[in-house]
């Protein structure tokens, strides 16, 4: 019953003008970033963290921003599960295509933080490139089997479950198959090292180094900007010099890259997911 609600809603929505579904987000984002959640609590703590020297006021506009990128990314799964290839392609533009197409024939790793438009740009991209992605399974068994179905539903790709592990992806990647990473989440401690993330320390995963080194894969960093008649997926030049011999010195390299992308479009960045939730020994919690 809540997968046929939720599509239905969705299928909907996606016959509405982007700018419409847009307002619509804006609308709901501001009435949600009004209540007192336990989200929003931890949303004010990673952007204080983050931005110390940030007038208050200016952290709470960007959380009250970020609340509303939420709800329109949510709502923009309309456009995922139901948009035609055409209609697709008009609402994600691609900048950086020749960084992509340099690379035909190799491995390569498209390094995409958890910013809103994520889940569009990766149906995106695989509209130009046959990809790989994980992803996390959703709690209501139905609702996960209706989500695979339509991201697959172009047949550009394949999705796997994050409790497969990563050799799935690393044998896709050896196949011809891009790889899709998202790397930037608290994951624990296992398989991550404590790199600074905007000065914190932040468990963060070692599997960009360690995949791109076991493939020979080159990096490509990118992300999505949303505006006012759409998307543009951004895809920057390949990192070079990358992976080096050093797990720490590799993830913080990437977090350097990350955060650059942010300070471009602070308010898209996922910013309510507990991010500093793993401390090192002997640290208080933040959360």
């Not at 996606?14 to 804006?26: E, I, K």
Request: hydrophobic share 40%.
């Amino acid at each position: 019953m809540i997968t046929r609600l939720v599509a239905g809603l969705l299928w909907l929505i996606h016959w509405l003008p982007f700018r419409v579904t847009g307002a619509l987000g804006s609308v709901l984002g501001n009435l949600l970033y009004a209540l007192p959640t336990s989200r929003r609590r931890v949303g004010e703590i990673n952007l204080r963290l983050c931005f110390p020297d940030m007038p208050a006021e200016e952290r709470d506009r960007i959380l009250r921003r970020h609340f509303v990128a939420i709800i329109q990314m949510f709502l923009e799964y309309g456009y995922c599960w139901f948009s035609s290839r055409k209609r697709l392609e008009k609402i994600m533009r691609i900048e950086g295509i020749e960084h992509l197409r340099a690379l035909d024939g190799q491995p390569l790793i498209l390094c995409m933080p958890h910013f809103t438009g994520l889940d569009l740009g990766g149906l995106r991209i695989s509209l130009e490139t046959p990809v790989v992605s994980i992803y996390s399974k959703q709690k209501d068994a139905g609702l996960d089997a209706y989500v695979e179905q339509k991201r697959l539903r172009f047949e550009t790709g394949i999705i796997l479950s994050r409790q497969a592990g990563i050799r799935p992806a690393l044998k896709a990647l050896k196949q011809g198959y891009r790889f899709y990473y998202l790397p930037d989440q608290d994951f624990g401690p296992r398989d991550s090292v404590f790199a600074h993330f905007f000065g914190v320390r932040a468990a963060t995963i070692t599997g960009l180094s360690r995949l791109a080194k076991a493939s020979g894969a080159a990096i490509l960093p990118c992300y999505p900007r949303r505006e006012k008649n759409g998307y543009t997926l951004v895809i920057e030049p390949a990192l070079a010099d990358y992976p080096s011999d050093d797990l720490l010195q590799d993830a913080e390299r990437m977090n350097r890259v990350i955060e650059a992308q942010i300070m471009k479009q602070p308010h898209q960045y996922f910013w309510l997911h507990k991010r500093f939730k793993t401390r090192p020994e002997g640290e208080a919690r933040y959360y």
